[in-house]
T-cell receptor
Framework: GAVVSQHPSRVICKSGTSVKIECRSL??????MFWYRQFPKKSLMLMAT?????????EQGVEKDKFLINHASLTLSTLTVTSAHPEDSSFYICSASAGLLQHFGDGTRLSIL | DAKTTQPTSMDCAEGRAANLPCNHS???????VYWYRQIHSQGPQYIIH???NNETNEMASLIITEDRKSSTLILPHATLRDTAVYYC??????????FGAGTILRVKS
């Protein structure tokens, strides 16, 4: 089946630093990639949708200058959390789509101290 | 995207069939019914999807009512590894998925 790799799986960093998370579709070309975040015991919340070569579309309430998304190729999208603060600590999950289905990565647990 | 309604939680005995219901009474004609599940601290795993007809794959069966207002996911022989949160989502193919609270399925020995 389709495989989506997300890296890193876990990151701990100091407040004020920027963190980059990569999402790769390993065996298919993804026309669209999605980024979600999930707080403990809550459901996934869509942050943004990105199409290769164009600007991401952010959901209402998501700061585009805070969460920078780059979708440079059909197999790679990155999410950069800029000037991260403790309230940005969360589980970030990407998905990649080519056609009807979305395939999800295993998530990145981000902890900001 | 149409809203879906699922029970908060369900229990199932190991080896028995698990039947998870979902209501999507406002689903539109071009929206599919997708089922994903999420095991703790992992990304969601695709299970099955359908438009009008019932579907079956190696993981599960999906039964969609004729009026498409509800569906049931069937895990024919539940195992302990099937314990997870199960999400039913109505969405147009390839479009963003809006996750609700899902159903917590606990498989017990």
């Amino acid at each position: 089946g389709a495989v989506v790799s997300q890296h890193p799986s876990r990151v701990i960093c100091k407040s004020g630093t920027s963190v980059k998370i990569e999402c790769r579709s390993l065996d298919f070309q993804a026309t669209t990639m999605f980024w979600y975040r999930q707080f403990p015991k809550k459901s996934l919340m869509l942050m943004a949708t990105s199409n290769e070569g164009s600007k991401a579309t952010y959901e209402q309430g998501v700061e585009k200058d805070k969460f920078l998304i780059n979708h440079a190729s059909l197999t790679l999208s990155t999410l950069t959390v800029t000037s991260a603060h403790p309230e940005d600590s969360s589980f970030y999950i990407c998905s990649a789509s080519a056609g009807l289905l979305q395939h999800f990565g295993d998530g990145t647990r981000l902890s900001i101290l | 995207d149409a809203k879906t309604t699922q029970p908060t939680s369900m229990d199932c005995a190991e080896g028995r069939a698990a039947n998870l219901p979902c209501n999507h009474s406002t689903i539109s004609g071009n929206e599919y019914v997708y089922w994903y599940r999420q095991i703790h601290s992992q990304g969601p795993q695709y299970i099955i999807h359908g438009l009008k007809n019932n579907e079956t794959n190696e993981m599960a069966s999906l039964i969609i009512t004729e009026d498409r207002k509800s569906s049931t996911l069937i895990l024919p022989h539940a195992t302990l590894r099937d314990t997870a949160v199960y999400y039913c989502i109505a969405a147009e193919g390839g479009n963003k998925l809006v996750f609700g609270a899902g159903t917590i399925l606990r498989v017990k020995s």
